[in-house]
């Protein structure tokens, strides 16, 4: 089993910037890619960013590259989402998730799930 616990949502204006956090604990050395997705009210949840966790090769989804940044810290197992230029469209809970292979932008490809962190954005 993989735990994944989330942190760093809230409220920020347009314009502003965040950093999540997702810290991964137990058999983690399963998980050869770990992501970000996202979902707002009535929508189904979608690929945000994605990265091959030993090598570090980077996903990203079109409406938020250049915007957004995943990176990771091996030595405490944690990867994080650094998000620029927030738009009110960034608006929603955020999710990271654990896949075994990959690399990955269907969340039915991920075996791991966090428990979520709201991020909204205020117009």
């Known amino acids: 089993q993989v735990q994944l616990v989330e942190s760093g949502g809230g409220l920020v204006q347009a314009g502003g910037s965040l950093r999540l956090s997702c810290a991964a604990s137990?058999?983690?050395?399963?998980?050869?890619?770990r992501g970000w997705f996202r979902q707002a009210p009535g929508k189904e949840r979608e690929f945000v960013a994605a990265?091959?966790?030993?090598?570090?090769?980077?996903y990203y989804a079109d409406s938020v590259k250049g915007r957004f940044t995943i990176s990771r810290d091996l030595a405490k197992n944690t990867m994080y989402l650094q998000m620029n230029s927030l738009k009110a469209e960034d608006t929603a809970v955020y999710y990271c998730?654990?896949?075994?292979?990959?690399?990955?932008?269907?969340?039915?490809?991920?075996?791991?799930w966090g428990q979520g962190t709201q991020v909204t954005v205020s117009s």
């Open positions: 137990g058999r983690t050395f399963s998980s050869a890619t």
């Open positions: 998730a654990a896949a075994q292979l990959g690399p990955y932008s269907d969340p039915g490809d991920y075996n791991y």
């Open positions: 990265v091959i966790w030993i090598g570090g090769r980077s």
